[in-house]
């Protein structure tokens, strides 16, 4: 059984799932474009520093998904990392092309490790000893 099985209000919405770190400014203008964009609601968004108790329902912590970028296909399937954005891509005017083009050229094992000292990079900067929400979100 999986996590979309036990959870009625997860295994509903056959949407893919958008994880993002709300309280990172250049995250949060980053998935606001993408938000935007998003016209026919393809796409559920899921900001982790808000909906932290939404986290548990997918098996992820807080440290996990601050870790990498995070999206939960519809299949059920996740893509972390550069794959990430190339499903959420997929699913968004504008970019499925880019989204088409970087799985057809098998361009995305190259830019996951260029991905992955971006994320390590920006963790370091937005988490001191663990990884918490900001100060004043109530969490």
């Known amino acids: 059984m999986s996590i979309r099985d036990s959870y009625p209000q997860v295994r509903d919405d056959s949407r893919p799932t958008v994880f993002y770190d709300g309280g ?12 935007r964009l998003d016209r026919n609601d393809k796409l559920r968004w899921v900001d982790i520093t808000r909906d932290g108790d939404v ?3 997918y098996g992820l912590t807080l440290e996990t998904a601050m870790q990498r970028f995070h999206v939960l296909d519809a299949r059920g399937h996740w ?4 794959w990430g954005f190339a ?3 997929a699913h968004l005017p504008r970019y499925r092309r880019l989204s088409q083009f970087l799985r057809f050229t098998r361009v995305l094992p190259l830019l996951d490790p260029l991905y992955s000292l971006f994320a390590r ?12 929400p900001p100060q004043g979100t109530g969490r």
Do not use: K
């Open 55 to 57: 986290l548990g329902l």
């Open 79 to 82: 893509r972390t990392g550069a």
């Open 87 to 89: 499903e959420m891509w």
């Open 121 to 132: 990079g920006r963790v370091h900067r937005r988490c001191s000893d663990r990884c918490l």
């Open 24 to 35: 990172c400014p250049l995250c949060s203008r980053e998935i606001a474009h993408y938000r």
